[in-house]
């Protein structure tokens, strides 16, 4: 089963370090993933630029708005996104409790991608 793992943190608090501090992040994160690629466990993923990027297109009586930022203030802003493949919710459970943007602050939203239509 497939399943993208969502990555939050507290932007504010990562702007707060330093460029070498969120380098290693980077870099510890990226070997971590890119470990279990040959395994055909990970099999994608991406950062995000700040919200401070981010454009939210939605409907309101039949006309289109665009708003620049999220659409909703949080105290944790999507910051990437992980593909994996895995046997069950456990073993993706276990990969996300590893990684070390948990350790950095992040927290970690798993959930399983839908496959054909809505049911």
């Known amino acids: 089963m497939r399943y993208m793992l969502l990555m939050y943190k507290d932007e504010k608090v990562y ?3 330093s460029a070498q501090e ?3 992040i980077f870099q510890e994160a990226t070997a971590f993933s890119e470990a279990l690629r040959p395994s055909g466990f990970y099999q994608g993923g991406e950062p995000l630029q700040p919200t ?3 454009t939210t297109v939605r409907m309101k009586n039949g ?3 665009m708003t620049d930022g999220p659409f ?3 105290k ?3 910051a990437g996104y992980t593909i994996v493949e895995a046997k069950d919710l ?3 459970l276990a990969f996300a409790a590893r990684h070390p943007l948990v350790r950095a602050g992040h927290s970690i939203e798993v959930r ?3 496959v054909g239509p809505p049911k």
């Open 72 to 74: 909703a203030e949080t």
């Open 15 to 17: 702007e707060q370090m």
């Open 112 to 114: 399983p991608i839908r």
């Open 63 to 65: 006309k289109t708005f």
């Open 52 to 54: 401070s990027t981010a």
């Open 90 to 92: 456990d073993e993706v």
């Open 22 to 24: 969120r380098g290693a």
């Open 76 to 78: 944790e802003q999507l």
